[in-house]
T-cell receptor, first 112, second 113 residues
Framework: NAGVTQTPKFQVLKTGQSMTLQCAQD?????MYWYRQDPGMGLRLIYY???????DKGEVPNGYNVSRLNKREFSLRLESAAPSQTSVYFC???????????FGPGTRLTVT | GNSVTQMEGPVTLSEEAFLTINCTYT??????LFWYVQYPGEGLQLLLK?????DKGSNKGFEATYRKETTSFHLEKGSVQVSDSAVYFC????????????FGTGTRLTVIP
């Protein structure tokens, strides 16, 4: 039982490049989330998926897209990376949106 | 709106000292309250939770009581250890609506031997 897994762990991009962050959970959870963590700002929600087949914007969705590929997987795409997207990205899942969330180990992204 | 305010860190304590990290919240309705902990290089882990007023969450020697009258959920531990060094996040979860989990900015705790 791996919980929530994320790939890659580290990534460096040049401005304008694109990439996809992958997330998978094996807990049969319905809801999944993407957050970014920046110094002094805590975690901010980028996008979430309350259930398979649905996605919704969070607090800071600009510059990102998401895909809920199936119940297990929820990916985050940066189409044209910007230095302001340098951050640590966390994926999380919960049984339902009103339950506690379980977090992956994070992806540290640097955009130069 | 919904928000969480935590005491700013960093906090540095000697081993076996008493710990309090303050957390207050603003919310409509009756949220659930959580403390998450983030150890160096890792993701967040749920430390404890409380789902209604006067509930006390506890885990690993940490405690927090849901105080509706003061809209607070302060984290306490009677005797901290070096292994408790981490960043602690207070969070609230609305029971209804869409975007449901709101985090404080985190408090870094360092425990020295």
């Amino acid at each position: 039982n791996a919980g929530v897994t994320q790939t890659p762990k580290f990534q460096v991009l040049k401005t304008g490049q694109s990439m996809t962050l992958q997330c998978a959970q094996d807990m049969n959870h319905n809801s999944m989330y993407w957050y970014r963590q920046d110094p002094g700002m805590g975690l901010r929600l980028i996008y979430y998926s309350a259930s398979e087949g649905t996605t919704d914007k969070g607090e800071v969705p600009n510059g990102y897209n998401v895909s809920r590929l199936n119940k297990r997987e929820f990916s985050l795409r940066l189409e044209s990376a910007a230095p302001s997207q340098t951050s640590v990205y966390f994926c999380a899942s919960s049984l339902d949106k009103s339950y506690e969330q379980y977090f992956g180990p994070g992806t540290r992204l640097t955009v130069t | 709106g919904n928000s969480v305010t935590q005491m700013e860190g960093p906090v540095t304590l000697s081993e076996e000292a008493f710990l309090t990290i303050n957390c207050t919240y603003t919310a409509t309705g009756y949220p659930s309250l959580f403390w998450y902990v983030q150890y160096p290089g890792e993701g967040l882990q749920l430390l404890l939770k409380a789902t209604k007023a006067d509930d006390k969450g506890s885990n690993k020697g940490f405690e927090a009581t849901y105080r509706k009258e003061t809209t607070s959920f302060h984290l306490e531990k009677g005797s901290v250890q070096v292994s408790d060094s981490a960043v602690y996040f207070c969070a609230l979860s609305k029971r209804t609506g869409a975007n449901n989990l709101f985090f404080g900015t985190g408090t870094r705790l360092t425990v020295i031997p």
